[in-house]
């Protein structure tokens, strides 16, 4: 297997067959789909379509009031709410009703509060499951979903490991043999500015791509200190964003959103293999767990075009959040919460604005296909740029070039041995409170 970041080698062919199985299996869906569901979406009798919660913090509330504001239809509602802590579902439900007072019948016995409450929410009649929780618990409650015969709305990042990418394939290959729409958290793909100046790197504006650039350079994340009474799984999914089997790092966490537009900009191909560095610099107390502060990664394609990406939670630093295309005849540059521009070599530049919000926009395109009986799924590209960021990780822990197949087919699964408040999560302080986290050249990353 090579491992020169320089040439394709004989991992081509593994991209070739993760497209042909999408391919496949999208082509499928267009002919069960269109059966399967419009027959879902009347089930019962009537249009109005239930949905469910899980995850009620910051994102689980946006998307929720994103659903029920959809311009698609008025006929929707949310009947469920789950979340592993009481308090944030009470937050979130008053934060729902504020805006979305008509459209949420949210009585105490539809308020699931556990570290398992999915399935309960997922088993009292919706027709629809939004999954906003930590992206470590993704595989498990998408699987639930497709087994209960729910259309979903999923965030991002869909795992953090190769076990739970594959996981989340197949379970979305269920979905389609289903009918099932499944929608992915990757608003960036909504936007006018994204879709207008890809579209345009498509067509060849910018002529054959030569190298890509991603960022997603912020400052700090917030931590959420340890409480007395709390056991150290409470306090570890309370604190979800620092463990790696909850969150991935945020090079999967965050920076995904620019790593699946760079897969977007190269046509949904997704990188072969990856080298990179990373370490923790200046976010390393107790409450920051095992997560590096900064990864800086060199991508390869199996065509030789370079994707160099870099994400940075560290305050008082440059920041950027966007993605940049270099072609043999211009370049083009988006930002994440700005405009964009394409400028061909010899001409006015073009520019576009950020155009409608696509977290909501995503959700009225959802809607739109479920009551028009539409094919709707977009887990196959997600998952890719899932693996894609999770590849980054596995170079910057390691310190050595992995390949897409090594990563994909990693058995390295974080995931803990059960799931209730008393089990003991896979990482363990040591005696002064300290996590340890990944030492390049040392550390067995896939
Ligand atoms: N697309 C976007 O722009 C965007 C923006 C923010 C967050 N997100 C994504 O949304 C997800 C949630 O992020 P957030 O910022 O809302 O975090 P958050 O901490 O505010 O919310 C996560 C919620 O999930 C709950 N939870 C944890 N484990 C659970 C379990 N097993 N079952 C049920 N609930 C559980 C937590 O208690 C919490 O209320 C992440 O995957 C994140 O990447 C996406």
């Not at 791509?209 to 960022?215: G, M, N, Q």
Request: charged share 25%; hydrophobic share 35%; glycine share 10%.
């Amino acid at each position: 297997m090579s491992n020169n970041p320089s040439k394709g080698g004989p991992e081509r062919s593994s991209r070739r067959e993760f497209l042909r199985k999408s391919a496949t299996a999208v082509a499928g869906a267009a002919v069960v789909g269109n059966l399967g569901i419009a027959r879902n979406a009347h089930a019962q009798g009537s249009d109005q379509i239930k949905i469910a919660l899980i995850g009620c913090g910051g994102r689980g509330t946006g998307a929720a009031i994103n659903a029920l504001s959809n311009k698609a239809t008025p006929n929707v509602k949310l009947v469920a709410m789950a979340d592993a802590f009481k308090d944030r579902v009470d937050r979130c439900l008053a934060a729902v009703k504020e805006r979305c007072k008509d459209r949420v019948d949210v009585p105490e016995d539809r308020q699931f509060i556990d570290l398992d409450c999915h399935q309960k929410a997922i088993d009292c009649g919706v027709d629809m499951v939004l999954l906003c929780t930590p992206p470590g618990f993704r595989p498990m409650q998408f699987e639930a979903a497709v087994k209960a015969g729910k259309h979903v709305f999923m965030e991002k990042p869909l795992a953090v490991d190769g076990p739970g990418v594959r996981r989340i394939m197949a379970a979305n290959e269920e979905a389609k043999k289903k009918g099932l729409l499944v929608a992915v958290g990757h608003h960036l793909r909504h936007e006018t500015k994204h879709s207008e100046t890809i579209q345009r790197i498509h067509d060849g504006a910018i002529g054959k791509l030569e190298y890509l650039r991603a960022y997603f350079d912020t400052g700090a994340i917030w931590v959420r200190p340890r409480k007395p009474d709390q056991t150290e799984m409470q306090y570890q999914v309370r604190n979800w964003y620092h463990f790696n089997w909850v969150c991935g790092d945020h090079i999967v966490e965050q920076h995904v959103h620019d790593l699946d537009v760079c897969n977007w900009m190269m046509k949904d191909a997704h990188p072969i293999e990856a080298n990179g560095m990373g370490g923790r610099q200046v976010c390393k107390t107790k409450d920051h767990g095992e997560i590096f502060d900064h990864h800086a990664v060199e991508f390869t394609y199996a065509d030789g075009v370079k994707m160099f990406s870099q994400c940075r939670q560290i305050p008082g630093c440059w920041n950027s959040f966007s993605e940049h295309a270099h072609g043999t005849k211009g370049y083009a540059s988006i930002q994440g919460h700005g405009s964009s521009v394409l400028q061909v070599e010899g001409q006015e530049p073009m520019r576009w604005h950020r155009g409608p919000d696509g977290h909501q926009v995503e959700h009225d395109d959802l809607l739109a296909a479920l009551l028009a009986g539409k094919p709707y799924n977009e887990a196959d590209w997600a998952a890719a740029s899932t693996m894609t960021a999770i590849l980054g990780r596995m170079a910057t822990y390691s310190g050595k070039v992995v390949t897409w197949d090594q990563g994909l087919n990693s058995e390295l699964d974080l995931s803990p041995a059960s799931y209730t408040w008393d089990a003991a999560p896979p990482v363990k302080p040591d005696k002064d409170g300290y996590y340890a986290c990944a030492i390049p050249g040392v550390t067995k990353a896939w």
